[in-house]
């Protein structure tokens, strides 16, 4: 079985300075929610073997803060394609993975996150929160075998359900 866990960056700062939208950084309340859900995975023992961030700052910054917080042992990666690359783009990216962790993190943006997810469960209707996660397991043993449609949602959980703060708001 293989496990793939999606994980929104956290929410960002849009009125800070940055060249383009790729530099855009995390918000206050986005850098809360990654800690958050970084020490929520670690609890529900349920760490990836391999993270991988989009290559947007947002997005790296939100991994790096959850890592940290959850203290997961695991590589991490940073990878241009899961920055604004389709679903059919991403599933044929994690086909090619040399690597085959039983769990997989991917660390990206909308609208691709949720498209993504429910076209490998069937076609199911999603929406990520800004810091969400979410899990699809696959009856597979690699990688290299995973296709649309043979997913099962594990669960789907927004920062706002479990932070404290007003970071998942």
Not at 5 to 25: C, M, N, V, Y
Not at 108 to 119: C, D, F, M, T, V
Not at 143 to 164: A, D, S, T, V, Y
């Amino acid at each position: 079985m293989r496990s793939l866990i999606l994980f929104r960056h956290g929410k960002s700062d849009w009125d800070a300075q940055f060249t383009s939208d790729h530099e855009r950084p995390l918000a206050h309340r986005g850098k809360e929610a990654a800690i958050c859900m970084g020490r929520m995975l670690s609890q529900a023992g349920q760490t990836p073997q391999l993270a991988v961030s989009s290559s947007a700052l947002r997005a790296r910054a939100t991994l790096q803060l959850a890592v940290r917080a959850g203290r997961w042992h695991c590589p991490i990666r940073i990878e241009d394609l899961l920055y604004g690359s389709s679903a059919e783009g991403v599933l044929s990216w994690i086909r090619s993975l040399d690597e085959n962790p039983e769990c997989l993190l991917l660390t990206g943006h909308e609208p691709n996150w949720s498209e993504l997810a429910g076209r490998l469960i069937g076609e199911g209707a999603i929406r990520m929160p800004t810091g969400a996660m979410l899990k699809i397991d696959f009856e597979f043993g690699s990688w290299k075998q995973i296709k649309f449609g043979r997913g099962e949602l594990k669960w789907l959980m927004p920062p706002k359900l479990i932070c404290r703060s007003k970071a998942g708001k």
